[in-house]
């Protein structure tokens, strides 16, 4: 609560000192109505500035709008209180305005849109504006990053079965033709006479 009303004290003593010198943007109404833009980095993303919270200088853009018409633009680096992070526009004529703020290279913590009523007397509306730095993902460099190790001992394993799936069904089927399979097994008896016939042949003409 003490922080809320020394904040608003701040913002009225502003207002007065910018009410005395008068400097802002002149919209095109010619009325004696004000509207103010506080921009600020709200650091604990809490929509209201804090004591420790510093102001903004650059990088906001603010549109005043009436009836849905833009009828003034500024940038805070070129507004005359930059250095206390307000944008003010000035004679303006009773009414309803938007107030529409941007800005690049933040990410709001208070809305981008904001209706204001502007009189020709009395302090001014003044919006705050509150935005975090955007945080930026790193810089993917060249370099290949090696698989997990679980992912590493994962894939060592299956080829590790593959390759012996296929030496066990290898082996299978040199066991199935060579030794189980009938008609191969006729083959190889059958072959196996044949050279011992011919062995004792050969024998026989020696001795001959």
Known sequence: MLMRRYRRLNLII??????????????????????????????????????????????VTVDLLRDGVVIASALLENAPYAAQGLIGFQSLEP??????????????????????????????????FGGRPLVTAPAVSGVITPPDEALTRLIVSALVGVIAA??????????YIFGLHPRYARALQTAQRLRTTGSMRTVVVDEE
Do not use: K
Request: with cysteine.
């Open 14 to 59: 502003d207002c007065c000192l910018m009410l005395a010198l008068g400097s802002s943007v002149h919209a095109q109404d010619t009325g004696g109505g004000q509207v103010w833009v506080r921009a600020f980095i709200d650091r604990d993303g809490d929509g209201a500035r804090d004591v420790s919270e510093p102001l903004l200088t650059s990088g």
């Open 166 to 175: 296929g030496v066990i069904a290898f082996v299978g089927f040199l066991i």
């Open 95 to 128: 009414a309803e305005y938007s107030v529409v703020i941007a800005a690049a290279q933040l990410t709001p913590t208070t809305p981008n849109t904001v209706l204001v009523q502007v009189r020709d007397s009395g302090l001014p509306p003044i919006v705050e």
